[in-house]
């Protein structure tokens, strides 16, 4: 037998120092503060798992995580389908290129603070564009939570469904042009197309899209923030920033990381299951897919 | 089922050709007749994909017409033209099972289920995937997905014609041998018209009743296999088929011989030739004679191929090739003559027919 070496760990330290720093001990600071209660004097005392109980059983924090599901629901149903729609009918040559996927960009590079202040003032009964036009509809978005609800699920659309869309087409301009071919030899309809065609072919970027918009949507906080200073609807964030106790705080931050870290695991899980069949014993995994 | 008609087909990717440099297919003029085979046999990039596509309608040819049964087709879209084509790497409905796969183009045309279900059977006997039948496509190598595809291809039972596209490239030696034998089997028992595209000859002379060679946008030659080794009509038939190809060397004709340098070659008959054209003299290794009388040449080196040797030699500066029959061995100081049956003449390239050459 090999004599054994253990050498090679010297080459990962490296990497465990850097993600010590980026994510774990950062993470356990956390983790810390949420078992103890700090007086105003800077003492620390033990408190066990008192600020979990407190999160868990105050009706603010359901109402708010509540509010996130449906907030990130809404999202995805809307954003998915439609950036996909967008996609499918973006030009695949010729100069409508470049033009879309400039027009496309822009929305993701307004940093999110921005996002907020426009819709803020575009949704302004007095001097708003759209709350103008909407308000004799009754609109509203500062005192009734609808109408909030209603700007901060366009704002989210307006800005991020073009991700969705530009992800979707980097999906669908690399299946090479012998299936559609092959489906039009087999004389497949346009729907048909869609479904065996371009959907399978997308679906892992699908699975991207809709990890990034269900994480980003679920943490969202800048932009109601911006809009509705913290009032109604009140989200998990703008709930967690007007809590006061450190150690609540930190054992609301770290009940919201793991939610967040579950649901993204389920989302994951659930849509990359089709890809782990087993390949036959001996044979060559499929390398032209 | 139906015979195909190429007439005058021109074909340039780019908008506005100018030169014949500009066309990807430079004139074509072609049939296929009903329930023939045929391979088309040319290097990558001669336009055999090109002529294919336009067959099956996947590409609109720039100038000619393309009949089906006598009827012009040329506007006709491909899923109008009742065609099946398998593309050279394997295209299949991943999140469909390998059955589900083969009954796709049947259910598109409205086929009764029963009948659908009959059919994806036999053909999925055909082309040996009924072990694997109820898998999804995605997880399957390389080869089994290939086999899809040709399945796919074989399930319509009324097309006009089966395109294949090199459509063996991916699949391993041995099957290979296995699923074009099932394709020569297919085409005996419903004699529907293929036509095969393919770089190797190999494939194309064992599958086709009909070689049409392709070199650089043209048809260069049209035959069976036979006539291809026998009379090649282009110094690229006679180079691209055969293994080794066909000795191609630059000579003078003067009456009823051809000159190689102080050497002489007699012909069949003495050649009507125009001055200004460029004369070669072509054969095949197989007539090459290795012995002490004719022109002197020296080996360069020895092939062993088996059944037979191939020796290399240099005669006059160039090279030619000579095929030695097992246990044949060359002479000490070989002297090169020619089988008069395997002498060429070629003038521009084109063979110059001299009457009692080649029987």
């Known amino acids: ?289 | 089922m139906a015979r195909i008609d190429l007439q005058n087909i021109r074909h340039a990717y780019a908008p506005d050709p100018k030169s014949d440099a500009d066309y990807a297919l430079k004139r074509v003029d072609q049939s296929f007749d009903d329930g023939g085979a045929y391979a088309l046999l040319g290097p990558s990039g001669c336009g055999k994909t090109s002529l294919l596509n336009i067959i099956s309608g996947l590409v609109a040819p720039t100038e000619g017409c393309v009949l089906f049964s006598g009827d012009d087709v040329t506007a006709r879209p491909t899923e109008k033209r009742n065609i099946a084509q398998v593309f050279q790497f394997p295209v299949v409905y991943d999140s469909m099972t390998v059955r589900e796969n083969l009954a796709f183009p049947l259910r598109n045309r409205r086929m009764k289920p029963d009948d659908i279900a009959r059919r994806v059977n036999e053909v999925l006997d055909l082309v040996s995937l009924t072990a694997l039948a109820d898998r999804r496509a995605r997880g399957l190598t390389a080869d089994e997905k290939q086999k899809i595809s040709l399945g796919r291809g074989l399930v319509r039972s009324d097309v006009n014609a089966i395109l294949f596209d090199e459509p063996l490239t991916v699949v391993d030696p041995q099957v290979k041998w296995e699923l074009r034998a099932s394709l020569r089997d297919v085409h005996r028992r419903t004699r529907t018209t293929m036509v095969y595209v393919t770089h190797d000859q190999t494939e194309a002379l064992t599958f086709a009743d009909k070689v049409v060679v392709m070199y650089d946008g043209e048809i260069v030659q049209v035959g069976s296999p036979a006539d291809l080794f026998d009379r090649p009509q282009h110094t690229f038939v006679g180079h691209f088929i055969g293994s080794p190809g066909m000795n191609i060397m630059p000579a003078s004709v003067d009456g009823a011989t051809v000159r190689l340098g102080e050497h002489s070659v007699p012909l069949a008959s003495a050649p009507r030739l125009d001055a200004s054209q460029k004369l070669q003299l072509g054969v095949r290794p197989e007539f090459v004679r290795l012995s002490t009388t004719g022109i002197p040449a020296t080996i360069v080196r020895m092939e062993d191929a088996g059944r037979y040797r191939v020796a290399h030699l240099d005669m006059l500066g160039m090279p030619v090739a000579a095929m030695l029959r097992e246990g044949e061995a060359a002479p000490a100081a070989p002297h090169i003559s020619f089988d008069p049956a395997g002498v060429h003449l070629y003038a521009d390239s084109w063979r110059v027919d001299l009457g009692g050459a080649a029987q």
């Open chain 1, 1 to 289: 037998m090999k004599p054994v070496n253990q050498q090679a760990w010297f080459l990962v330290a490296p990497v465990l120092l850097l993600v010590a720093f980026t994510a774990i001990i950062p993470l356990m600071t956390v983790v810390n503060y949420s078992v103890q209660y700090v007086a105003t004097n800077a003492q620390f005392h033990w408190v066990g798992d008192l600020w979990y109980r407190e999160v868990l059983h105050a009706e603010k924090f359901w109402n708010a995580l509540w509010r996130n599901l449906v907030f990130s629901g809404i999202i995805l149903a809307i954003q998915i389908p439609l950036g996909v729609l967008i996609a499918l009918n973006m030009p695949r040559k010729g100069w409508g290129v470049p033009t879309c996927l400039v027009l496309m960009s822009l929305p993701l590079l307004i940093p999110w603070y921005v996002v907020g202040m426009i819709w803020q003032m575009f949704g302004r009964v007095d001097i708003g564009l759209m709350g103008v036009m909407l308000r004799d509809f009754g609109y509203n978005y500062e005192g009734d939570p609808m109408d909030a609800w209603f700007t901060l699920i366009i704002m989210d659309v307006w800005h991020w469904t073009s991700l969705v869309a530009l992800l979707a087409y980097a999906g669908l301009v690399s299946i090479p042009n012998a299936y559609y071919q092959a489906a039009r030899i087999d004389g497949a309809s346009g729907w048909q197309v869609f479904l065996h065609v371009q959907l399978p072919r997308i679906a892992r970027v699908l699975t991207i899209a809709v990890l990034l918009r269900f994480m980003d949507s679920f943490m969202i906080f800048t932009e109601p923030f911006a809009v509705i200073a913290g009032g109604d609807p009140v989200f998990l964030s703008t709930e967690l920033s007007q809590t006061v106790e450190l150690g609540q705080r930190a054992a609301m931050s770290i009940i919201y990381f793991l939610i967040i870290l579950l649901l993204s695991w389920v989302f994951y899980t659930v849509m990359t299951r089709d890809d782990g069949e087993p390949v036959q014993p001996g044979g060559k995994s499929g390398s032209a897919s």
